[in-house]
């Protein structure tokens, strides 16, 4: 069964993690869910994307050595894109003690997931569109725009 998400898209992934979660997991301290919302413009239209979505704690200069606490990847198209992908991504932590808002990272490429289920590896290339956002509020999740990484704002 699909379920709304913050921006009132439907998503079938999202209802399972968030679910797993609250009843599973919710009550050791260390997972919770954050939602994001991710949208580019300017894909070629044939074609699948590969996007992937991190979330970090802590996201310094280099994120080739960051580690996410949170990953996911999944197939989307240009179209897909341009109305926005809404996921859930999964927070997992070894710590009990509560994380504070961290930042979201997000990047789409040519291609179709890879094997690796979560993407907890993954890492962009050079010509991947990317974009992040900082968390202000779990619930209210995060909206990421990917661009060209020249374009980006500072």
């Known amino acids: 069964m699909a379920s709304k998400n913050h921006t009132g898209k439907r ?8 679910l797993l979660a609250a009843t599973t997991l919710g009550g050791s301290g260390g997972a919770e869910t954050v939602q994001a919302e991710v949208k580019a413009e300017g894909l070629e239209e044939a074609g699948l994307y590969r996007l992937v979505v991190q979330s ?15 990953s996911m990847q999944r197939a989307v198209t240009a179209e897909e894109l341009r ?14 003690a509560p994380s504070k808002p961290g930042t979201v990272v997000a990047w789409v490429e040519v291609g179709s997931p890879d094997l ?39």
Request: proline letters at 4%; aromatic letters at 4%.
């Open 83 to 96: 109305e926005g992908v809404c996921v859930n991504l999964l927070e997992l932590r070894t710590s009990e």
């Open 56 to 70: 970090y704690d802590a996201l310094g200069e280099d994120l080739s050595r960051a580690k996410p606490v949170g």
């Open 11 to 18: 998503n079938a992934s999202n209802s399972w993690i968030a």
């Open 116 to 154: 690796e289920f979560d993407a907890r590896r993954a890492r962009p290339t050079g010509s991947s569109l990317m974009g992040q956002a900082r968390m202000r509020d779990r619930v209210q999740g995060v909206r990421i725009r990917l661009e060209r990484p020249g374009e980006q704002a500072a």
